[in-house]
């Protein structure tokens, strides 16, 4: 027996509007029952994308398939995708068991099965017994939840979100990040998620697409699209990171030693990414992989240490930080600063030395240079 | 701010609403009232009696005409609605930017001209040798001339002409404020163009569709010159009869009675479209 | 049925005819009225007897253009008088109304608030009917009782005045209340806290505020004035307001220079209309 096909394929597909390339030849597939988010900034195509998807857009060229059929020119209301709105899009005219029966009422289910479907569907989000009450009356994480019950009571192959938690609040937001991923696992339905906050992505999916002008930067699980950016936008816009302008000075093996404009010296690993000497680069250097050490002691296997200055304390609970201005540079850099103890007692103006690994860091070819 | 002085800035205020109100509205309609409970037993003289609304029921063409008129003006509140909601639909749902305001602002412009000049266009084109009379005589469709005024269609055409508007405007306003991704979850959730206009478009639309057919029927129910000039010397219509008891045959007692019985028909509308729909007054009126 | 819903192509352009239909059957009637006011002929119908201005400036009969036509340019002269002590009237009361409805609470508000909108679905006839009885009833006591005449209280350009009034100023109510409640109070508060009085304030901040409103107001009340003919109808005396002369020549059998005083009317109404709505829209 063949394994089941993945419940989203999209094949190269393209949407232009007039002139401008909304979305551009983007492929990815998504198996059954795992979480996979889009991530990119507003204005990147990810909304036009997930709106093709649902059947509001049709593609200029390319194909979807859902469970290994093709949709295009299938109307929104033949598809087998269910959407949750921005705005939810609940009705207002109508009350909370309308609502979630809505679906059902087209396919002309009996009004006893809508019933008892509605109530089961209520009960999973963990909302019992709401059905008589009116849109208006429900908080908004409540208004969540039925906008993904009214869809799910659907049993969709494939529930599209679009930015559902942009509405609400930060607490609530985190709240819901754990909510979602939750009720994806009971339901075990394939999510389509679309997001501009790195947070929701990294926190629910199973598998991030890094989207940039239309087009997919990257696709991997978080951990390897934070750890291991493909390009110089996803490290960028993944996560926090020091950048820095360079040129390479020497190649050694996988070793690059990189003059900054400002004159600083440093070793950064790039494997199998063949610079030359000469070549100008970005560099990416995450927060958390800078640690800082009382003295210039042990400038072990290659690492990078240099004294600076503390020209802020940035304290934020567990994402505290610290700007660092490099003596003998100028460049000011971040640093997180672990709530740990060991540098509780640190202020502006003191002196520090920062360390870090040579393999921590990112490298990419500065754009436009050769 | 001592409190005398503002209680003085807000009787002055009181002053000229209760001033109108009571002086313009509410005295005349109870004079109005008193007038049709009068009975004319000598010159000048009079004692109260039901007389005059006992002539409106013992005279057939008097509560027939008043029929007559209710049911023209339903007729023509439900042509207006069902030709007005696909224009108003057009308008708030399906153009954008500079071709939504030049539609609507061409809706509205009918509307600041007067009536009485409208009446007249449709005159010159109804009429025996009038345009389109004229127009289907040379294309060879009829053979003579032809009369379209003076009939019933040609009061409903002005009726449903003078009054779409009122019918338009409201519901572009209600329409517009319709978020399209509900429509759109209506779809997205399997439902078909008509299940999506009937359970999602509609119950939205209602506050204007209500305040719509309110306006518009009582346009029509008190309209003079519509029937009167469309209509011809036998339009029937209610208002007609109104006016010829006031300044034709000076009974004023049995005019008040006509009006009267006008009023309390037009109130009892609005009343239970009000009642029907589960809206007041207040904010059906204060949105236009 | 919203771009972004795909709908059959067949259904799309039937609907774009039905609504190209829609707006012939709109302008159909005000262009056959503005068309036959150049038609060289004593009816205005077909057929077509060559372009004239004769029915503007025109000055020999029966070609006696509106320029030259005594009763028409009175009848517009009465309207204009008319029209004028409405407007100024109307917006008077309506600004006070808007002040006591959008800045005072007291008991019995809600109850005037739906008086104040009750003229709006009264028929025009029975409002002149009303005020036509009410008015003679009170000359014919004051009469009776006093030997005096009362002229103003029969039908005649006071009552016109009146009768329109009392409907016209629901408008003017709504439309500067509507902005009113869109004025920030701490704007008002301001001025007070920098030393201007109760009275200083509202006429150097909240009024220039208003004015968009009052203005708009007022053209709406003109064209409402000047249009009007329902409840004139019931109230007119031996001066006729232009609708009323017009209405008097129609019935005797019209000629192109009822066009002419038409087209004149469309051109002004929807200029006034256009301004009214600028007026509105631009200071929002």
Not at chain 1, 283 to 309: K, W, Y
Not at chain 3, 81 to 103: D, I, K, M, Q
């Amino acid at each position: 027996m063949l394994p089941a096909p993945p419940d989203l394929i999209c094949r190269d597909i393209t949407k232009h509007f007039d002139a401008f390339r909304a979305v551009d030849h983007v492929n990815f597939e998504v198996p059954q029952g795992s979480f996979f988010s889009i991530l990119g900034p507003s204005g990147c195509g990810k909304t036009t994308l997930l709106r093709m998807i649902a059947g509001f857009q049709e593609p200029t060229s390319g194909d979807l398939l859902i469970k290994g059929k093709s949709v295009i020119g299938v109307p929104p209301n033949r598809r087998p995708v269910s959407m949750v709105f921005q705005h939810l899009a609940l009705f207002p005219t109508m009350n909370i068991g309308d609502n979630v029966g809505f679906g059902l009422r087209q396919r002309g289910v009996a009004r006893a099965e809508i019933r008892r479907r509605v109530d089961d569907v209520l009960d999973r989000v963990g909302l019992p017994g709401v059905s008589a009450r009116r849109v208006d009356q429900l908080s908004g994480g409540q208004k969540q939840r039925v906008a993904i019950a009214r869809c799910m009571v659907l049993e969709p192959d494939v529930l599209l979100l679009d930015e559902p938690l942009g509405a609400l609040d930060q607490k609530l937001r985190e709240h819901m990040k754990v909510e979602l991923k939750s009720l994806q696992a009971a339901f075990n339905t394939t999510f389509v998620y679309i997001t501009h906050d790195q947070s929701e992505a990294l926190v629910m999916s199973d598998n991030v697409a890094v989207m940039n002008k239309g087009q997919f930067e990257q696709i991997g699980p978080p951990q390897e699209v934070y750890h291991r950016p493909a390009t110089a936008f996803v490290a960028g816009f993944v996560g926090d990171a020091n950048t820095f302008e360079a040129k390479v000075t020497a190649v050694n093996g996988s070793m690059l030693t990189l003059a900054t404009q400002t004159g600083a010296q440093m070793n950064v690993s790039a494997p199998q990414s063949g610079f030359d000497t000469g070549q100008r680069v970005d560099v990416f250097l995450r927060p958390e992989a800078i640690e800082l050490v009382a003295s210039d002691m042990a400038a072990q296997n290659g690492d990078n240490i240099s004294p600076g200055t503390v020209t802020s304390v940035l304290f934020n609970g567990a994402n505290s930080a610290l700007t660092v201005r490099d003596t003998a540079t100028g460049a000011m850099i971040n640093v997180a600063l672990p709530q740990t103890g060991a540098f509780a007692g640190i202020g502006t103006g003191d002196t520090v030395y920062t360390r870090w690994d040579p393999t921590k860091a990112r490298c990419y070819a500065a754009p436009g240079v050769k | 701010m001592s409190s005398d002085a503002s209680r003085l800035g807000f009787y002055l205020l009181l002053a000229p609403i209760l001033l109108w109100l009571v002086v313009l509205i509410i005295l005349p309609h109870v004079g109005l009232f008193v007038v049709s409970i009068s009975e004319k037993i000598g010159p000048r003289e009079y004692e109260i009696g039901m007389g005059n609304y006992a002539a409106f029921f013992q005279e057939p063409l008097f509560w027939r005409t008043f029929a007559r008129t209710a049911i023209m003006s339903i007729l023509a509140t439900a042509l207006t609605l069902i030709l007005g909601f696909p224009i108003a639909y057009y308008i708030a749902k399906l153009t954008q930017g500079r071709t939504k305001t030049t539609l609507f602002l061409m809706c509205m412009i009918p509307f600041w001209v007067s009536e009485l000049v409208r009446t007249f266009g449709w005159m010159i084109l109804l009429r025996e040798t009038g345009v389109i009379s004229n127009g289907l005589q040379a294309l060879g469709l009829v053979s003579g001339p032809v009369e379209f005024l003076y009939n019933d269609a040609a009061i409903m055409v002005g009726l449903v002409y003078t009054s779409i508007l009122f019918m338009v405007v409201p519901l572009v306003t209600t329409l517009d404020s319709l978020d399209n991704s509900l429509i759109e979850a209506g779809y997205d959730l399997g439902g078909s163009s008509t299940a999506v206009m009937r359970e999602i478009v509609i119950p939205h639309a209602m506050p204007g569709i209500v305040s719509g057919c309110i306006v518009v029927f009582m346009l029509s129910l008190g309209n003079y010159l519509t029937p009167i000039l469309l209509g011809g010397k036998d339009s029937l219509w209610f208002t007609g009869m109104i006016y010829t008891q006031f300044i034709t045959r000076f009974n004023w007692e049995l005019g008040s009675a006509f009006g009267f019985l006008l009023l309390i028909l037009s109130s009892l509308v609005v009343f239970l479209g009000l009642k029907l729909s589960g809206q007041s007054l207040s904010e059906t009126m204060g949105r236009s | 049925m919203i771009p972004t819903v795909p709908q059959p192509v067949f259904a799309k352009w039937c609907y774009r005819a039905y609504v190209v239909a829609f707006f012939i059957y709109l302008a159909l009637p005000l262009t056959v009225v503005g068309v036959f006011a150049f038609n060289n002929s004593v009816f205005p119908s077909l057929p077509w007897e060559g372009f004239t201005l004769a029915w503007f400036f025109g000055t020999e009969a029966p070609y006696i253009g509106v320029f030259h036509e005594r009763s028409i340019l009175r009848a517009i002269g009465t309207s204009a008088v008319v029209a004028l002590w409405v407007s100024g009237l109307a917006v008077t009361v309506g600004t006070c109304n808007a002040f006591l409805f959008v800045r005072h609470e007291f008991r019995g508000k809600a109850f005037l608030y739906i008086l104040m909108l009750l003229p709006l679905i009264i028929p025009g006839v029975i409002l002149g009917i009303s005020i036509l009885v009410f008015s003679s009833s009170i000359a014919n006591t004051l009469e009776d009782a006093t030997g005096l005449w009362f002229d103003g209280l029969r039908p005649g350009l006071i009552l016109v005045i009146l009768g329109q009034f009392s409907f016209i100023t629901t408008f003017a109510t709504l439309v500067i209340s509507a902005r009113l409640q869109k004025f920030d109070p701490s704007l008002e508060e301001a001025a007070l806290n920098l030393g201007a009085s109760q009275w200083g304030a509202i006429r150097q901040i909240t009024l220039p505020f208003l004015l968009p409103a009052i203005v708009a107001s007022a053209v709406v009340s003109i064209l409402m004035s000047f249009e009007n003919f329902n409840t004139t109808l019931m109230l007119v005396g031996s001066d006729s307001p232009l609708t009323i002369a017009m209405f008097d020549k129609l019935k005797q059998g019209s000629t192109p220079v009822l066009n002419a005083v038409s087209l004149l009317l469309i051109a002004v109404s929807a200029a006034l209309g256009l301004i009214s709505l600028l007026f509105q829209s631009n200071k929002q």
